[in-house]
């Protein structure tokens, strides 16, 4: 049977077995395979790969594996120049859209405190998931290796086991868009960017003692929830600042 020379770089050795980390292995195949075939059966997601070089030429996903082939397979790269050879994945796109999966409750409320764009509904099934990605261009976020290995993917993270900070810091330096994080500029509830608005239109909505210290106020137009700067803010910019290493 046809073989080919395998090897995966950085975290991509995460998705291997332990004799195959960090190692050239051989692996057969029959007939025509292709090499993203190929690669996902070894058990590494495609989304989770920016680079495949095949005797150190760049190729894509579509690519014929043949015999004696040597594979190298790279994660994402963000600040190597890499401009002239093919890239798989389209750089993320001018502004990063999210949306999480069932198992990720936890950094909804963090994500959209930090202003970044995340879609959450834990009724979602898996297509349902898919589906909103490819219609509005959002980046799948999720524990799930499965769900990124869906052939459709075309932008997904897959977030190792790991703390709520920890989960959001890989987020953002993995697309590297500290750029984007606006502290408090989103409905932690729905997502819906958050306006200003004047203390006088929601005075009876507002408890007196609050009214007396607090003179920024924020609205969320599509579940009418009024934001102010509480405690519990003060205990979330602590998080964020901590996600930011600052
Ligand atoms: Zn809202």
């Given at each position: 049977?046809?073989?080919?020379?395998?090897?995966?770089?950085?975290?991509?050795?995460?998705?291997?077995?332990e004799?195959r980390?960090?190692?050239?292995?051989e692996?057969?195949?029959?007939?025509?395979?292709?090499?993203?075939?190929?690669?996902?059966?070894?058990?590494?997601?495609?989304?989770?790969?920016?680079?495949?070089?095949?005797?150190?030429?760049?190729v894509?996903?579509?690519?014929?594996?043949r015999?004696?082939?040597?594979?190298?397979v790279?994660?994402?790269?963000?600040?190597?120049n890499?401009?002239?050879?093919?890239?798989?994945k389209?750089?993320?796109l001018?502004?990063?859209?999210?949306?999480?999966?069932?198992?990720?409750r936890?950094?909804?409320?963090?994500?959209?405190?930090?202003?970044?764009?995340?879609?959450?509904?834990p009724?979602?099934?898996?297509?349902?998931?898919?589906?909103?990605?490819?219609?509005?261009?959002?980046i799948?976020?999720?524990?799930?290796?499965?769900?990124?290995?869906?052939?459709?993917?075309?932008h997904?993270i897959?977030?190792?086991p790991?703390?709520?900070?920890?989960?959001?810091r890989?987020?953002?330096?993995?697309?590297?868009?500290?750029?984007?994080?606006?502290?408090?500029?989103r409905?932690?509830?729905?997502n819906?960017?958050?306006?200003?608005?004047?203390?006088?239109?929601?005075?009876?909505?507002?408890?007196?003692?609050?009214?007396?210290?607090?003179n920024k106020?924020?609205?969320?137009?599509?579940?009418?929830?009024i934001?102010?700067?509480?405690?519990?803010?003060?205990r979330?910019?602590?998080?964020?600042?901590?996600?930011?290493g600052r």
């Amino acid at each position: 049977m046809p073989g080919a020379h395998f090897r995966f770089y950085e975290e991509l050795n995460d998705f291997l077995p332990e004799q195959r980390k960090k190692t050239d292995f051989e692996a057969v195949f029959k007939d025509k395979r292709t090499i993203k075939d190929m690669i996902e059966s070894i058990g590494v997601p495609h989304p989770e790969i920016d680079l495949i070089l095949v005797n150190g030429k760049s190729v894509n996903f579509d690519y014929i594996l043949r015999d004696k082939d040597r594979v190298s397979v790279y994660p994402t790269f963000e600040s190597i120049n890499i401009a002239d050879v093919t890239r798989l994945k389209k750089r993320p796109l001018r502004k990063s859209r999210f949306i999480a999966d069932i198992n990720l409750r936890d950094i909804v409320r963090y994500m959209r405190a930090m202003g970044l764009d995340l879609y959450f509904d834990p009724s979602l099934p898996p297509r349902g998931i898919i589906e909103i990605s490819k219609k509005e261009k959002r980046i799948i976020l999720t524990k799930s290796k499965k769900l990124l290995k869906f052939k459709d993917v075309t932008h997904g993270i897959f977030l190792r086991p790991g703390s709520t900070e920890e989960q959001i810091r890989y987020v953002i330096d993995y697309l590297d868009i500290r750029m984007d994080v606006r502290p408090f500029s989103r409905c932690l509830g729905c997502n819906n960017p958050l306006e200003n608005i004047q203390k006088q239109k929601i005075k009876d909505r507002i408890p007196p003692k609050t009214m007396a210290f607090c003179n920024k106020y924020s609205y969320c137009r599509r579940c009418d929830k009024i934001y102010w700067e509480g405690t519990h803010v003060f205990r979330m910019k602590k998080v964020i600042e901590k996600i930011l290493g600052r």
